[in-house]
């Protein structure tokens, strides 16, 4: 038994030695990458979980806590108003999904000028997000932004809207900006999907007689299926981190009403300075997405196999 | 005319087709055409009724403006270079070993790297503040490049892997046969092959060092390289009843604005083969 594990190990010292001597140059070159996500994810990660077990001031030396920051946020009424929040503020994944599948869609019957709108379209993307929220924040600025401006002079409104004083018209508004701001991310990969359909699926549906929404429900919306479901999964990480335009339209209030967990997390680590507080909100928040992430890599590798097939 | 009645069904569905495109078309167009127009008004012009057209228009909001992000805009296209540059150094090896080397440990090692995408990176930012701290590059321009690239390598190794993959297998081989090294080949023959892929790549690390916020207002000070986009931050004052000058904010944002798009326009057909998954 004894003689047999370690024969065992001498051979598998030996197998992993000759994988090493064979593939050495391939394993150098994927040593960067490698190398630099440890360095700059995987360690600041692990110092992070040690971080929100200790009382940690910007700068300063640990204290070690316990799991009190959990239970600090537990016990904090805030933490709830902003857990609910987030809840909410992910919906807006949804609607980049709709509005994103819409275009499209209807990009796709264009005989001509596809370039020019695809490339109007694409402008709110390029351009940084906190810029996107400074311009929303001009244009729905209730005194002389010109959208209450236009509303009320046109009598479609009696008066202007004082939205930054109401908790749920401000997740409103923070909401239609960065659906505003980010579902041509989501276009992109949907278009890129539909292009590929083969045409014969669509001739075969219409030998059929389906009509149009059979064809697109049976046909269009299957072969999609892998592409929604990678951008559903990558927006929804991206949208609850990406903190910049909810800053600036309203710094996650009035109150804690619009401090998804990602701006509770910045006004710890930046305005209070209390690390370690900030980060058990991390994880909180990492609980939140690690589920989509399996979705993610599933489809991925499925979306990667079809296109090989 | 007498193919009117012939495929309603089918003329509904353009025209359905037409007007949504047409109502984004404007829904995104519209609101940039009152900020260039706000960016010509003067101070005074803001307060009145709302107006596309300014009365006086004035060049005063653009000129201020472009002078006081000077410096930064500076800051943000030195890290926007870097950022590009030292992405495509560190994975353009590895997305061509994950494209054509077999290897022990080659998906598990392409799904750790691609994952990384999904992390919430703002999760990253408090410890990265920490260590910047300790390694003496936080607030420097070379500590920005380097935090950066967390967001840069997964996409990048993703979009060059595809691209190294497409290319015909025995390419190499080929160009061995006339006399190239394992590394002449791959100077010679591949890279300018997967030209596109690593323009996307490039063009897409410099909006990414060029557009963010977030590392750009922890990982630096005032005293610090302060790149463009920060520098919005905190101009509206969070209603604080202060009065702002709209007219150069609004400038400002098309000033930071403008270059990611002009990019973006020039780099569309790379991006877009780039994009499909």
Known sequence: MSTRRLFDIDGRTERYRSVLRENWFTYLLIMPVLLFLIVLMWLPFLQGIYMSFNEWPFGGDPTWIGAANYEFLLNWEPFYTSLKATAIFSLTTVFQLGVALAAALAVRE????????????????????????TIWAYLLEPDFGPVFGYLTELNVLGETIYWGSSGPMSLAVVM?????????????????????????????????????IQTFLRV????????????????????????????????????????????LLYQFAYERGQMGVSYAIGIVLLVMTLGFVFVFIREFERASEGAGA | ????????????????????VAFLVLANLVPFLFILSVSFMPPSEFFTDPHLVPYEPTLEAWTSGFEELRGNLVNSFLIGAGTALLALAITIPGAYAFARKEFYGKTAGFYAIISAMMFPYILLVIPIMDLWTALGVYNTIFGMILAYQVFVTPFSIWILRDFFENLPTDIEEAAQVYGCTQFTAFVRVILPLAAPGIVAVGFLAFLTGWNDFLFANLLTTGTGPVPAVPVLYGTIGGGSGERVYWGKLMAETLIIGTPPTIIYLVARNYLESAFSV
Request: charged share 10%; no cysteine.
């Open chain 1, 220 to 263: 269009t919306l299957p072969q999609l299926k892998s592409a929604i479901l990678v951008a559903l999964s990558i927006r929804i990480i991206w949208n609850m981190t990406k903190i910049s335009q909810v800053l600036q339209l309203t710094n996650g209030g009035p109150g804690y009403d619009t401090s998804i967990l990602a701006v």
């Open chain 1, 176 to 212: 239609f900006v960065t659906t505003w701001t980010f579902w041509p991310f989501m276009f992109l990969i949907i278009s890129a999907s539909l292009e590929s359909i083969p045409e014969e699926l669509y001739e075969s549906a219409r030998m059929y007689g389906a009509g149009p």
């Open chain 2, 1 to 20: 005319m007498s193919t009117t009645g012939y495929d309603a069904t089918g003329v509904t569905l353009k025209a359905t087709a037409y007007g949504v």
């Open chain 1, 110 to 133: 264009l005989r001509r000028g596809k370039s020019f709108v695809s490339a109007a379209f694409l402008l709110s993307y390029t351009m940084p997000p906190l810029v996107i929220g």
